[in-house]
């Protein structure tokens, strides 16, 4: 069976600092991965995905980055964080087009506090 | 117009009541909708996903799609406490890149 993980669980980090969010996905090869932002009494806002290795589409313009440098891994970065960066950073996987359903499914999540 | 559109509550209702949660969409191509449940502080999971229209049923949960009123429904029967949570509709955008949620409902069934 698949299974997604998701690291650090919780993180405080002050204005300014860098950031490394990372993802991985066990039991599937190929997969789409997405990378997404809740913030408090907001929906899931599609922050970046990808179909393949070293390829990252963007969503939302924002100091933040995304890399994927492996099948299965996916890396949330930003060079120095804002306030407005808190929330809490989902990462999904799916299968491919073709492969089957478009349902995702969803890490632990990781709860982010800038301050 | 909103692609997703989601009342989000919040909704209470004694413990058996029947819960209905709903979510409205603007693109008649939309073909793939789904359910998933969100935890407080967990990541949401997927409850259930139909494809085009119908009624798809598991256990006390169905899930209804009318694309002829760009309508999507889901039924708790005999809802439970453990129930509680907050429940977002997605729906499939375009060329398979992504899903479009709606904003979720907080539900809370009490004892």
């Known amino acids: 069976s698949q299974t997604i993980h998701q690291w650090p669980a919780t993180l405080v980090q002050p204005v300014g600092s860098p950031l490394s969010l990372e993802c991985t996905v066990e039991g599937t090869s190929n997969p789409n991965l997405y990378w997404y932002r809740q913030a408090a009494g907001r929906g899931l806002q599609l922050l970046f995905y990808s179909v393949g290795i070293g390829q990252i589409s963007s969503e939302v313009p924002q100091n933040l980055s995304a890399s994927r440098p492996q099948d299965r891994q996916f890396i949330l970065s930003s060079k120095k964080l804002l306030l407005s960066d808190s929330g809490f950073y989902l990462c999904?996987?799916?299968?491919?087009?073709?492969?089957?359903?478009?349902?995702?499914?969803f890490g632990p999540g990781t709860r982010l506090t800038v301050t | 117009q909103k692609e997703v559109e989601q009342d989000p509550g919040p909704l209470s209702v004694p413990e058996g009541a029947i819960v209905s949660l709903n979510c409205t969409y603007s693109n008649s191509a939309f073909q793939y909708f789904m359910w998933y449940r969100q935890y407080s502080r967990k990541g949401p999971e997927l409850l259930m996903y139909?494809?085009?229209?119908g009624n798809k049923e598991d256990g006390r949960f169905t899930a209804q799609v009318d694309k002829s009123s760009k309508y999507i429904s889901l039924f708790i029967r005999d809802s439970q406490p453990s129930d509680s949570a907050t429940y977002l509709c997605a729906i499939e955008a375009h060329q398979r890149t992504a899903l479009i949620f709606g904003k979720g409902t907080t539900l809370s069934v009490s004892s």
């Open positions: 139909t494809y085009s229209s």
């Open positions: 999904a996987w799916s299968l491919a087009p073709g492969q089957g359903a478009p349902e995702q499914y």
